[in-house]
């Protein structure tokens, strides 16, 4: 008879939530150790910690094979322990490993002499090498998250990619009947080529944001416009329907700006290599200044004209704030701003903007309205046109989320990346 294995995930991160779902989910009795208990107490009553769509609900629907607990002396007791604690990235995209050091220094003399340790945590190359315990019993894990669709993700993987201390080493029993549960291709390598496969993916998609953001800006030299241009974009196999070919406003979030780092410190004496990151780095600042930009070069920052800026969050159906485009150009303006955010609650009132509940109060009393954040409720912006046109609104909309003829026919000014303004 197969002996199923006692799962525990250390460290209570958006990351491991996720990952504890996709196992009770999968009929794994799980167990999440943290030292904080403020957090424990939180799950344990349900109370929401990340707003990530159905997180909390496909917690409550799997809680009874779900546990918490703040004593790390049970840790002895698990057949798999995954390291699952997000790590903070500051401004630049580097890495702070600090609590990820002590979470391992914590957990590492606890575990059983039969048990595995596997890493979900996202690690620079070099990092599991390092880990003091046995190499035989220890694996990385690389995780492909995405903010707002981190549940499905998590519960349907694409693949699953395990690094080991050889490629050629069998993966053990506990860890394969975990494995197989998920029933997608397992692709196995060295722990060096798995860490470096994490910063490949963010890569390649960071790639893909900034050609598409040159492309877009292209097309307004020449009087092109890019959302016609990415329907062909998406029927092309070789990119196809799931590619980041929508312009917007540079890179954020933290995630993909850590591998952007994470490169470049490995080129970075490299004379040509390095310009790859670095080029990363150079647009994505760029395209996160457009709006400021043209505001700048239309007049428009001025005390006396009152600014709407619609979304706070660093992208849609998260209500993470990291790099937020919104909060920095907030930083740069004297203009007097109302914001809103349907999901994004600031604890802390804030001198230079006003909050509001309403979306209404954006429309009704903006002069000047931006979507730095493009949630599909904003669409629906055509149905307050007797405000704009009383107010002679600006609309400003990086991310192409409107049908700018709307717009144009009630002489409403618009302007959009990836088509020519000529407001």
Request: some cysteine; overall charge positive; proline content about 3%.
């Amino acid at each position: 008879m197969i002996k199923i294995p006692k799962i525990a995930f250390v460290g209570l991160s958006h990351l491991s939530l996720n990952y504890i779902i996709a196992a009770s989910a999968n009929n794994f009795k799980v167990t999440g150790f943290d030292t904080q208990k403020e957090i424990i107490n939180k799950l344990k009553t349900n109370s929401i910690i990340y707003d990530e769509p159905k997180l909390n609900e496909s917690l409550k629907k799997n809680q009874s094979k779900i546990n918490f607990s703040s004593n790390f002396n049970d840790l002895k007791k698990f057949d798999l322990i995954f390291l699952g604690k997000d790590v903070k990235t500051n401004s630049y995209g580097k890495s702070n490993l600090v609590e990820i050091n002590r979470l391992l220094k914590l957990s590492i003399p606890r575990i059983s002499k039969n048990s595995l340790l596997i890493v979900l945590s996202q690690i620079p190359p070099g990092f599991m090498r390092k880990i003091k315990f046995d190499k035989s019993r220890l694996y990385y894990q690389v995780e492909t998250l995405i903010f707002g669709d981190s549940i499905r993700r998590a519960l349907k993987p694409e693949r699953i990619i395990i690094g080991s201390n050889n490629k050629e080493d069998k993966i053990k029993k506990k860890f394969q009947i975990f494995l197989k549960r998920f029933n997608c291709p397992i692709i196995q390598m060295k722990y060096e080529s798995a860490e470096l496969t994490k910063i490949a993916i963010n890569i390649y998609l960071a790639s893909s944001i900034t050609t598409t953001n040159v492309l877009s800006k292209v097309c307004e030299k020449i009087d092109a416009n890019w959302q016609d241009i990415i329907p062909a974009l998406k029927l092309d196999k070789r990119i196809g329907k799931s590619a980041y070919i929508h312009p917007g406003l540079g890179i954020s979030g933290g995630n993909i700006e850590r591998d952007i780092f994470a490169l470049r410190r490995i080129v970075e004496k490299e004379k040509f290599f390095n310009l790859l990151p670095k080029s990363f780095e150079k647009i994505s600042r760029l395209m996160r200044d457009w709006i400021f930009e043209l505001l700048k070069k239309k007049s428009f920052i001025k005390k006396d004209i009152k600014l709407g800026i619609l979304g706070l969050a660093y992208k849609a159906k998260t209500n993470s704030t990291k790099n937020s485009v919104a909060l920095e150009l907030i930083n740069k303006l004297p203009n007097d701003i109302i914001v809103y955010d349907p999901k994004v609650k600031l604890q802390k009132k804030n001198k230079r903007f006003k909050q509001v509940q309403k979306v209404q109060e954006i429309y009704k009393n903006s002069k000047i309205i931006i979507i730095a954040t493009p949630w599909s409720q904003f669409k629906n912006i055509s149905n307050y046109l007797s405000y704009l046109k009383k107010n002679k609104s600006i609309i400003i909309d990086p991310y192409n989320l409107l049908d700018s003829k709307t717009f144009l026919q009630n002489k409403i000014r618009y302007f959009s990346i990836g088509k020519k303004n000529v407001n």
